[in-house]
């Protein structure tokens, strides 16, 4: 019965078509015959002994009953070094990582000294072996063995290239081949699903399932046209709305888990897609299995003080999520939202990236807009601060807060629940404030460019001794006018008018009420009319 193949223990078999083994010459002619017998040892006893065993280099790990694929035999040449070294043309190695896969080495010629056998010096070095469930393949210039380890250095050109379309460039390299750990300390690119990876330190490890990148990390993720989402026409469409990604950071940590990669970038992060910049100091992208490019990222969570510069505005937060699947962002954590020399500061802040909508909640939402510049008032009566271009900050606290995009361009902003609008000194409560503002205006949230209010749900409005009150009001800054409808009251100091409808002229101060309904003057020190 034929015996399988069971070499003794060691990992790594070497073969090649042409061995050289140097001794150091003799000059004398005296001692020639024992030179020459000499030389024979030197030679012969290497040789029988590496067609004996196949000249193992290393420790098999191969669980057992799997065995390395024997060397064949090598052949002697009469070429002799000077330094006493092994040279062998064409070698061939193999061996086995920790899980049974095995690995092989070629190069167009190594060298192997008398003084460290473990150590094989290669040129135009070829290798295969697994990484992340997938065949990969090694070229590069040069390269030293270490067969004590399973090592290989590599130096000049390296590349690294996968069946799973993976393909990594190196100034230099060490690979552990037993474990499929691979390092280097100089720039290194790598191409993956649509991904390009740069950095200038990095270690694989877990057979390709993780990957630490060091000092100076910069990802791009091009975004396949078929794989292009709608943009919304809010501030954040462009982020939602397809393009390439570039990342930026000190360091990146990628892991798969369940088939998903995950990618943790540290240390000044920068993640940059189409006018929208995200700053923080750590930032996670996940990415379902299979997909390529930017379209695989859907999920972005960034942490630890987060700035979002999108389309002219400044968005701050503790922490921010983007759930590119859903074309969504929350910001969390103190939310202040900057346009200009105008702000919003809430709670959280929520955004459907494709509709354009922004939703500020939690705590009371504040505004604050200085507008025009100058101070309030300016003519036009105790209203005249709701005039275009009257001058006066608004400052404005609700509930709530939210942003649509206007048909034909433009915004509207809506604050509710219990809100206080002060603008100028004149003071507006009531449980809804809508704010148009026109397509094409310097900044959705200056409130120099409000083109309209309106209040609804029972207002209060107060200027200097007037007060007016109804169930809606409507001021036209375009129009210089306020429009106050049901049940309307006005008082002003000792007189008070009500009707149905109630015009002010915010230029002239001029007040209309239509019809009137009822009017009370109390003299001073006296009663007012029944």
């Known amino acids: 019965m034929n ?75 009469e070429e002799i070094l000077a330094d006493e070294a092994m040279v062998m043309q064409a070698p061939r190695m193999a061996g086995f990582q920790e899980d049974g896969r095995p690995y092989r080495i070629e190069a167009e010629r190594a060298m192997q000294r008398a003084d460290d056998a473990d150590l094989i010096e290669l040129e135009t070095v070829r290798a295969a072996f697994t990484l992340d469930d997938s065949d990969a393949r090694v070229t590069a210039d040069r390269g030293v063995y270490d067969s004590a380890g399973a090592m ?18 190196f100034e230099n390299a060490e690979i552990a081949l037993d474990t499929g750990t691979i390092t280097s300390d100089e720039p290194v690119a790598i ?22 990148l060091t000092d100076g990390v910069i990802l791009t993720a091009a975004e396949p046209a078929a794989a292009q ?25 990628q892991v798969v888990v369940d088939g998903r990669p995950r990618f943790t970038f540290s240390g000044e992060v920068a993640a940059v897609r189409g006018d929208t910049t995200i700053t923080a100091p750590t930032m996670v992208v996940s990415a379902p299995p299979g997909a390529e490019g930017s379209a695989s990222f859907d999920r972005m969570v960034a942490s630890g003080g987060v700035t979002i510069d999108a389309g002219g505005r400044r968005v701050t937060g503790t922490d921010a999520e983007v759930d590119l699947a ?22 959280t802040m929520r955004a459907d990236m494709a509709a354009g909508t922004v939703m500020v909640e939690g705590g009371r939402v504040r505004f604050f807009s200085p507008g025009a510049g100058g101070g309030g008032g300016g003519g036009g009566g105790a209203f005249g601060a709701f005039r275009t271009g009257s001058g006066g900050p608004t400052e404005i606290v609700a509930d709530r807060f939210s942003q649509t995009p206007r048909d034909g361009g433009g915004a509207l ?38 083109e309209r209010i309106e209040a609804s749900g ?57 019809p009137l309904t009822r009017a009370i003057i109390t003299p001073r020190g006296g009663a007012g009319l029944p």
């Open 458 to 514: 029972g207002v209060e409005v107060r200027a200097d001794r007037q007060t007016a009150t109804g169930a809606n009001a409507v001021f036209n800054m375009a129009a210089g006018t306020i429009v106050m409808t049901g049940a309307v009251s006005v008082t002003d100091g000792n007189q008070t008018l009500s009707g149905d409808r109630l015009t002010v002229d915010m230029n002239s101060g001029v007040m209309t009420m239509e």
């Open 152 to 169: 290989l250095t590599l130096d000049g050109r390296v590349t690294i290239t996968t069946d799973a379309g993976l393909s990594a460039r």
């Open 191 to 212: 191409e993956s699903d649509g991904r390009v990876i740069r950095g200038n330190r990095l270690v694989i490890t877990e057979g390709g399932d993780a990957l630490s």
């Open 326 to 347: 859903a074309n969504t962002l929350r910001v969390t954590g103190g939310t202040t939202i900057r346009d200009g020399e105008s702000r919003l500061s809430g709670g």
């Open 229 to 253: 989402p709608a943009g919304g026409d809010g501030m954040f469409g462009s982020l939602g709305g397809g393009g390439s990604f570039e990342i930026s950071a000190d360091s990146l940590e």
């Open 413 to 450: 902003l809506t604050f509710s629940g219990n809100v206080v609008a002060d603008r100028g000194g004149s003071i507006v409560r009531a449980p809804t404030l809508t704010v148009l503002v026109p397509g094409g205006a310097g900044g959705a949230m200056d409130s120099a460019s409000f």
């Open 3 to 77: 015996q399988p193949y069971s070499p003794p223990q060691s990992r790594a078999a070497l073969s090649g078509s042409r061995i050289a083994v140097a001794p150091a010459r003799r000059d004398h002619a005296g001692a020639k015959r024992h030179s020459r017998r000499v030389g024979l040892l030197r030679i012969a006893l290497p040789v029988a002994a590496l067609a004996g065993v196949a000249l193992y280099v290393s420790t098999l790990r191969g669980g057992g009953e799997t065995e390395a694929p024997p060397a064949d035999p090598p052949a002697l040449t």
